[in-house]
């Protein structure tokens, strides 16, 4: 990983602030994205997160969904936005990202910000013995940190994840989506686990709580 862009798996980015926004239409509608230096894909929205929000499944009814390490926000607020009955939980462990969602929760849904929650803390901590569990969690995973890391978290996800809930989640082929894939196959049924589209290197994910 190159050390200059390990800073945004942290708590607190070391290096100096630069500003910057970012447009960009997602699913037809337009949103401006305020972010900064020392958080992940800061000069326009990453590929894999674009390609995850214009093809996941929003429910329209009145849900309770996570955008987990939320990063700038970007997946949480379309999803505040795409489902205006459901309230959106959104977490990161780094404090510059989350200073950069609840501003961009402000900008683009400045009337939806009482059913948007912004929590600090690595992967489920926020939710640990808070008794909150999620319809949908949505995520791009920093897999850079490891592929068994972030399978760690299907281990955790019956305590966070109701019954026939859902878990989308987009990686890269490169970085290793077709392991993921057969690991996760070899781990639950075939049936838990859909490809929802391949799209220009990445694919998305949906495991279904069995």
Known sequence: ?????????NEYSNSSVKFYSV???L?????IFKTASGIFSYKKLDLGTKVLIENMFIPKSKQI?????????AIGIVLA???????IYLADINRRALWCAKQNVQFNLPQEKGRIKILFGKDFEPFKNKGIQFDGIYMNPPVRLGRKQFLKLFEDLPHFLKKKGNFQFVLRKKMGSEYVYNYLKEAFSEQQIKIICKRSG?????????
């Open 1 to 9: 990983m190159d050390k200059k862009e390990d800073h945004y798996f």
């Open 23 to 25: 447009s960009v239409s």
């Open 27 to 31: 699913r037809r509608h337009l949103y």
């Open 65 to 73: 969904l996570l955008d987990l390490g939320c990063g700038y926000g």
């Open 81 to 87: 936005y795409e489902s205006p009955k459901s309230k």
């Open 202 to 210: 990445y694919w998305v994910f949906n495991y279904i709580q069995d």
